[in-house]
């Protein structure tokens, strides 16, 4: 393995495109309620929007040689922003400030989990959303089905605030 951990700007987005694409295709084949919920997300409709809207981005993709291998992406933005149409993530009223921060998408391919490479890329993204003084709230979206990643963020510190959408999601708060 040749790995390298890259911070891409937004304008080199595409390069995740492929990994957001496998991360919603993983996320609909754990599901257990309503999976058909992720036949609309795509790259176009998630990630692409999510950087767009968002106050702050931070991009980081691992390729093994050229190739991409995983990715996470996370941001800061408006608590406004997290209550759409889609659905409200939470209590607007519980956050204080005018910012929260959002580990949103992270994806490490099948056969290079268990190395590490998420441990990294999640201190990566705490360590840059540490930065924002202004913020204090840090939330982590999980589709249901996904215990293996709901147990990661529980281990690093994470908790499991509540649940919306009949169970679609649990939302974790820091
Ligand atoms: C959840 C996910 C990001 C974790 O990534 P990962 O690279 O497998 O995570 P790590 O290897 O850092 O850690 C997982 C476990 O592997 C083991 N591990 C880590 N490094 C290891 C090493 N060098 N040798 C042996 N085992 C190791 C540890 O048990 C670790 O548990 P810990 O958190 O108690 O340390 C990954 O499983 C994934 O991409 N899943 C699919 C997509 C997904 O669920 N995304 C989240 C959407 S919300």
Not at 79 to 99: G, M, Q
Not at 134 to 145: K, L, M, R
Request: hydrophobic letters at 40%; proline letters at 2%.
């Amino acid at each position: 393995m040749q790995l390298t951990f890259e911070v891409i700007s937004e304008n080199k987005l595409e390069v995740c495109k492929d990994l957001c694409n496998e991360l919603m295709t993983f996320q609909k084949s754990v599901a257990h309620i309503r999976p058909e919920i992720f036949d609309n997300m795509r790259y176009e409709t998630r990630l692409v929007p999510s950087v767009k809207n968002a106050i702050h981005n931070y991009i980081v993709v691992v390729k093994d040689g050229v190739t991409p291998i995983a990715y996470m992406y996370s941001n800061i933005s408006s608590k406004e922003s997290h209550s759409n149409e889609f659905a409200t993530f939470f209590d607007l009223d519980s956050v204080k400030n005018k910012n929260v921060g959002n580990l949103a998408q992270f994806f490490i391919k099948k056969e290079y989990r268990q190395y590490g490479i998420g441990s990294k890329l999640f201190s990566m993204s705490m360590d840059w959303l540490n930065q924002f003084n202004d913020v204090e709230d840090y939330f982590i979206y999980v589709s249901n089905g996904n215990e293996n990643a709901l147990e990661f963020y529980k281990r690093k510190g994470f908790a499991v605030s509540h649940e919306i959408l009949d169970g679609f999601i649990t939302v974790l708060r820091r």
